[in-house]
């Protein structure tokens, strides 16, 4: 009976009800992208640093992984003293520089990466063998793209290019054993990866250093502990772990997780306001309806709930709309963001989570609870004779 | 890269030179630098107090003195990043860093008169180790960042423009129908639909303006409390959130046109009922 009510209510003023969904739809999407963009990141950086099971790195100290050409001197005894820790599984040192493809007249400029590919955790294979000797590379497709080049051809690859005498500090020719997808490189990146010995052989200036090693604990470990511990053992590096890597990452993408929560704030508000101004108007309008209602018996709690059951059911037809069209602008802002240069192509800034679509909807249906409650009550509160007068005389 | 290591070795205050007797002429007098508030703030330090300054962690460094404290300028490249900063005498950062008689850059100023592209071509024909470019060109491609930034600001800004467009548009349909008792009465005294028509635009015209104009004050207050906030957070001048002479235009003209939009079809829908089914007989 009020569901009956609050549909012919409803229906009686079709245009203004579409208008109004509509309204709620556009909030509800926005409050869907807000909610997404304010855990997306976060998640999708958290499932990025561990989808290969490292949970420390350690960086040159005062740094961040590759945030500067800064190295870390010493790998042999920093995996010594590792070693001595029984929590610490896996050491994986990584040693990062820019390389130069010379083919013919060009030179294709790109980064590599020296990894122990037993050990390795940065890149994905996708097809070919992995670089099981010195003279084996792994490309990206992106390379591969620029150089024209496939699986088995030889490159002629130089490192430590030097401006003033425009030479490099090594040269050597290497063969493209395989295909692979860096996961944490940039789309628009051109990477390879080699044994670290070939890329330490090649580079003169960084023997016997890494930019990075990333660290597997032993199942159980405390990682945190673990991470205190090397603090403590190597002075000159920084020892990140995934909740301090994320709380850096969070500090610095701090201005699109606040962005999110004001937006979805006035999102949410917007959508509010729309739902109780109709409403309002509505009750305004049907007062003397109201009043006859009344009149004939029908309780207040009943007017109530049928004022309240027009906004949510305003506020959830809106919202299921704007879940839909939510996904869809998400994509195309995630498309955008995702332009940042260097950001690594697996990192999503609207992630779309089951969570977060409930909490859109739930947030909006309580608004929509909450928008009915005014007007229901000054509809539950109309003084019946007088309303019926007023209507008489109108 | 070089700053970074600075960065990370700057030393707490050199206790060893607290009760040091005055340096003798013979003696070397520690250089100045300069160093950031956000430093000066985090590491407790003022103009006057010697520190040791290394470009490796834990190794030993020169002996400088705070010789000032600097506000940094509003660089968006800078916003969110929380690096410290210390400015150095070149020979003294050359020497500290290992660096040689080497910088990372030049910065050139040109006559006025000067062809830049000819300039450039010319430096480039002799250059050997380094390459000239256009400070435009630079700023160009190190903006990429804050190209895809405005990219997503825009996009968001025309979201929230068709939300507000519905939102106003429904109030304005609401405004005028409310009205329907009134322009019943007016057509049945003899007023033409025309003007019936013309009274409910001008009126959602009058409240469209209105409410933009609260609407500009209220944007002009958070855009107030927006940049406090950040320019807190980020401890920096830059100002995030700008209400400029277009933007006010911007908004008033789109209200103005859809509230203009609401009322000619809110009000073409009365005038085309007749005035009885507007009283509802």
């Known amino acids: ?207 016997d250093r890494a930019s990075l090693f990333m660290v597997r604990v032993r199942s159980g470990a405390d990682a945190e502990q673990v991470r205190d511990w090397i603090d403590k053992q190597l002075p000159n590096v920084t020892a990140i772990s995934i909740a301090t890597a994320i709380a850096q990452v969070d500090e610095r993408l701090s201005y699109f997780r606040q962005l999110a929560l004001i937006l979805g704030a006035v999102s949410l508000f917007v959508g509010f306001l729309l739902v109780t101004t109709l409403v309002t108007v509505s009750v305004n309008e049907r007062a003397g309806e109201i009043a006859v209602m009344r009149a004939i018996g029908v309780s207040r709690s009943h007017v109530v709930e049928q004022i309240v ?26 498309t955008i963001l995702s332009a940042f240069p260097g950001l690594p192509m697996a990192i999503d800034f609207f992630l779309f989570q089951p969570r977060a679509a409930w909490s859109a909807l739930g947030l909006l249906i309580v608004s929509g609870i909450g928008a009915g409650i005014y007007p229901a009550w000054r509809a539950a509160s109309l003084p019946i004779a007088e309303s019926l007068r007023r209507e008489a005389i109108a | 890269m070089l700053l970074a290591f600075l960065l990370a070795s700057l ?66 490249s800078e916003v969110a990043r929380g690096d410290l900063r210390v400015w150095m005498h070149l020979d003294q950062l050359q020497a500290v860093a290992g660096y040689g008689d080497r910088v990372d850059r030049f910065a050139i100023a040109a006559t006025p008169a000067a062809d830049i592209p000819q300039l450039i071509d010319r430096v480039n024909g002799i250059a050997f180790g380094f390459k000239a470019y256009r400070s435009r060109d630079i700023a160009v491609e190190t903006s990429r960042t804050f190209q895809v930034v405005s990219r997503f600001h825009r996009a968001i800004g025309i979201i929230t423009i068709v939300a507000s467009s519905v939102f106003l548009l429904c109030i304005m349909v609401l405004k005028v129908e409310e009205r329907r008792r009134d322009i019943a009465a007016l057509r049945l005294m003899g007023i033409s639909r025309a003007t019936v028509m013309r009274a409910v635009i001008i009126e959602a015209a009058v409240v469209a303006v209105l409410g933009s104009a609260l609407g500009v004050a209220i944007g002009w207050a958070i855009s107030l409390v927006v940049n406090w906030h950040y320019q807190a957070l980020y401890q920096t001048p830059l100002a995030f959130s700008i209400v400029t002479p277009p933007t006010v235009a911007f908004a008033v003209s789109l209200s103005l046109v859809l509230g203009i939009a609401a009322g000619v079809m809110a009000s073409l829908r009365l005038v085309r009922t007749p005035p009885l089914a507007l009283f509802g007989r």
């Open chain 2, 11 to 76: 030393l707490a205050q050199d206790s060893s030179s607290v009760g040091r007797p005055p340096t003798t002429a013979v003696e070397r007098q520690p250089r100045t630098i300069a160093i950031d508030d956000a430093l000066a703030e985090r590491a407790h330090l003022k103009v006057g107090d010697r520190v040791s300054i290394s470009a490796g962690a834990g190794t030993v460094g020169d002996t400088v003195i705070v010789g000032a404290i600097v506000r940094r300028g509003a660089d968006p």
């Open chain 1, 1 to 207: 009976m009020r569901a009956a009510l609050a549909q012919a209510s409803l229906i009686r003023h079709r245009a203004r009800t579409v208008l109004a969904v509509l309204g709620v739809a556009v909030a509800a999407a926005m409050l869907l992208d807000m909610v997404m963009l304010a855990t997306g990141m976060r998640e999708s950086f958290r499932e990025l640093l561990l989808s290969r099971g490292f949970e420390i790195r350690l960086a040159p100290k005062g740094t961040l992984p590759f945030d500067t050409d800064a190295t870390i001197p010493g790998v042999s005894a920093i995996i010594a003293t590792l070693r001595k820790n029984p929590d610490v599984r896996e050491i994986s040192p990584v040693l990062g520089a820019s390389i130069h493809v010379l083919a013919g007249n060009r030179d294709v400029s790109g980064s590599a990466l020296g990894i122990d590919p037993s050990v390795q955790g940065d890149y994905e294979l996708l097809s070919g063998r992995d670089v099981t000797t010195p003279d084996a590379l792994v490309a990206n497709d992106h390379l591969l793209r620029q150089l024209g080049a496939r699986v088995g051809d030889t490159l002629n690859i130089a490192t430590g290019y030097d401006p003033q005498t425009r030479t490099y500090s090594g040269q050597r020719k290497l063969v493209v054993t395989g295909r692979v997808k860096f996961i944490y490189g940039a789309s628009d990146q051109s990477s390879a990866a080699m044994r670290r010995e070939t890329l330490v052989g090649m580079n003169g200036q960084s023997r």
């Open chain 1, 309 to 334: 059951l027009e906004g949510v059911a305003i506020s959830f037809a809106g919202a299921v709309l704007g879940l839909a069209l939510g996904l869809v602008t998400a994509r195309y802002l995630n």
